[in-house]
């Protein structure tokens, strides 16, 4: 059964910190999304790629927040310095093109 | 950008059909309709999808008007275990970039 999967799953750090939250989509999908949660806003579509390269990053705070694909198998979305606003459930999903997203099972980020 | 509209919440008890609308008055030609499924602590799951008339699957049936303004997820006899967060999305499914919006979601408690 594919999955996606993200790690890691909790993440509790103080302000300033880097954060590095990472993802393995499902083998053979081309396309990986990165989503935050909040309560507040629900889901915000961040960034995502297709075929590894960026097609979409808008909304994206660019100061601080950066994602890569360093080859297909992984996916990274960095948070340098962090701030007590990021705390969030970020999710990663993977799909084919337009189709499906499967969405991984998230990481829970607090910053103190 | 296609903008979805949701009931906030919905109650319903074991065993009948619940209907949730979702309104999209600006939908474009290339925009397909996805419904996603999320229960706590997890990532939306998909339901279903399509672009006109009724699209039915084993768990739900999308029935879109012919103006495609509107879309109405069907879930017929619905138990406990289907108390969730509902999420409808309209976004181009083609090769071109195109950008989610996942509205606040309806959410949808079953009752005994």
């Known amino acids: 059964d594919a999955r996606v999967t993200q790690t890691p799953r909790h993440k509790v750090t103080e302000m300033g910190q880097e954060v590095t939250m990472r993802c393995q989509p499902i083998?053979?999908?081309?396309?990986v999304f990165w989503y935050r949660q909040t309560m507040m806003q629900g889901l915000e579509l961040l960034a995502y790629?297709?075929?590894?390269?960026?097609?979409?990053d808008s909304g994206m705070p660019k100061d601080r927040f950066s994602a890569e694909m360093p080859d297909a198998t992984l996916a990274t979305l960095k948070i340098q310095p962090s701030e007590p606003r990021d705390s969030a459930v970020y999710f990663c999903?993977?799909?084919?093109?337009?189709?499906?997203?499967?969405f991984g099972p998230g990481t829970r980020l607090t910053v103190l | 950008l296609a903008k979805t509209t949701q009931p906030i919440s919905m109650d319903s008890y074991e065993g009948q059909e619940v209907n949730i609308t979702c309104s999209h008055n600006?939908?474009?030609?290339?925009?397909?309709i996805t419904w996603y499924q999320q229960f706590p602590s997890q990532g939306p799951r998909f339901i279903i999808q399509?672009?006109?008339t009724k699209v039915t699957n084993e768990v739900a049936s999308l029935f879109i008007p012919a103006d495609r303004k509107s879309s109405t997820l069907s879930l017929p006899r619905v138990s406990l275990s289907d108390t969730a967060v509902y999420y409808c999305?309209?976004?181009?499914?083609?090769?071109?970039?195109?950008?989610?919006?996942f509205g606040t979601g309806t959410r949808l408690k079953v009752l005994a």
């Open positions: 790629f297709r075929n590894r390269a960026p097609l979409d």
């Open positions: 399509g672009y006109k």
């Open positions: 083998l053979g999908h081309n396309t």
């Open positions: 600006n939908i474009a030609t290339n925009d397909y």
């Open positions: 999903a993977s799909g084919l093109s337009g189709d499906e997203q499967f």
């Open positions: 999305l309209v976004g181009d499914m083609g090769a071109g970039t195109y950008k989610y919006i």
